[in-house]
C-alpha cells in the first residue's frame, strides 16, 4: 500500500468514528483528501460508496432512536435537493459556492460554541428548507451534514436520536444522488474500485468504534462536540476554496 493509501485509510477510520458521534462527517472529511489524488469533482462520486455504506450501517444500529417527524420534514427535501445537486454536480464547481458554504459552516458553529444558536429556531415547518439545501450541497461538493446538523441542533434531540435522524437523512440523500453519479462518471468510479473498497472498509471499521465512544459522550457537551466539528470543517472549506 502506498503512503497516500495508508494515510486515506486512516483518515476514513477517523471519518466513520467521527461520523458515528456527530451524525456527519465521512464525506466532509474524505473527500478533500482523495481530491488531492483524483481531483474534487470524482472524489465526491467515490466518496459517496463508502459514506452511503457506513451511514446504512450506522443507521440500522440506531433505527429506534430515529425521530420520524423530523425524518419526514428533512428526508424529502433533502432527496429533492440531493438528486439536483448532483446534476448541478457535472458543471464545474462554483468558486463563490465553496467559499459561501465554508463561512455558513463558521457562523452557525460559532452560534453553537457561544450559545446564541439558542436564540435561533428553525422550527419543524422550515427545517425542509434547511434539508434541501444540504441535499443540493450534498450532491453538488459532498459536504451536507454541517448546514443540516446546524439546523438539527435546535430540535432538542437526545444524541442517539440525533445522529440516528441526521444518518438516516444522510442514506435518503445518498440514494438519491448515488445513481446520476453513476450515470455519468460509471467508467471512472470502477477503475477506483480498489479504493473504494479501502475506504468502504476502513469507514465501517470507524463506525464501530464510534458507536463504542458515542454512549460515553455526555449529552451536556454533545452539541459543543458537535459545533466545534462544524467549526473545523467549515475553515477546511474555505481553506479548500482559497487553494
Not at 465526491?44 to 430515529?66: E, G, N
Not at 444522510?170 to 479501502?198: N, Q, T
Request: hydrophobic share 55%; proline share 2%.
Amino acid at each position: 500500500m502506498t503512503d497516500f493509501g495508508l494515510i486515506f485509510s486512516f483518515f476514513a477510520i477517523v471519518a466513520g468514528a467521527i461520523a458515528s458521534v456527530a451524525g456527519f462527517g465521512i464525506g466532509s472529511i474524505l473527500t478533500p483528501i482523495l481530491a488531492v489524488s483524483i481531483g474534487t469533482k470524482l472524489a465526491v462520486s467515490a466518496v459517496c460508496i463508502p459514506h452511503l455504506a457506513a451511514s446504512f450501517w450506522r443507521c440500522w444500529l440506531l433505527r429506534q432512536h430515529i425521530d420520524k417527524k423530523v425524518l419526514l420534514n428533512f428526508g424529502i427535501t433533502s432527496a429533492v435537493g440531493g438528486f439536483a445537486g448532483a446534476l448541478l454536480h457535472a458543471q464545474a464547481q462554483s468558486y463563490l459556492l465553496t467559499v459561501l458554504f465554508g463561512s455558513l459552516l463558521v457562523l452557525v458553529s460559532v452560534l453553537g460554541l457561544t450559545g446564541l444558536d439558542a436564540k435561533l429556531r428553525f422550527g419543524r415547518k422550515r427545517s425542509g428548507i434547511a434539508g434541501a439545501v444540504s441535499g443540493m450541497l450534498g450532491g453538488m461538493v459532498g459536504n451536507q451534514g454541517g448546514i443540516r446538523s446546524a439546523a438539527m441542533l435546535n430540535f432538542n434531540l437526545s444524541k442517539e436520536a440525533f445522529v440516528g435522524t441526521a444518518t438516516a437523512i444522510g442514506v435518503i440523500v445518498d440514494l438519491a444522488r448515488l445513481p446520476v453519479y453513476l450515470a455519468c462518471e460509471a467508467k471512472e468510479l470502477f477503475a477506483l474500485w480498489p479504493s473504494i473498497v479501502m475506504a468502504t472498509a476502513c469507514t465501517l471499521l470507524g463506525t464501530f468504534l464510534g458507536m463504542k465512544l458515542l454512549i460515553h459522550v455526555p449529552q451536556k457537551i454533545f452539541k459543543k462536540v458537535v459545533a466545534s466539528i462544524i467549526l473545523v470543517l467549515g475553515f477546511a472549506v474555505l481553506l479548500r476554496g482559497s487553494v
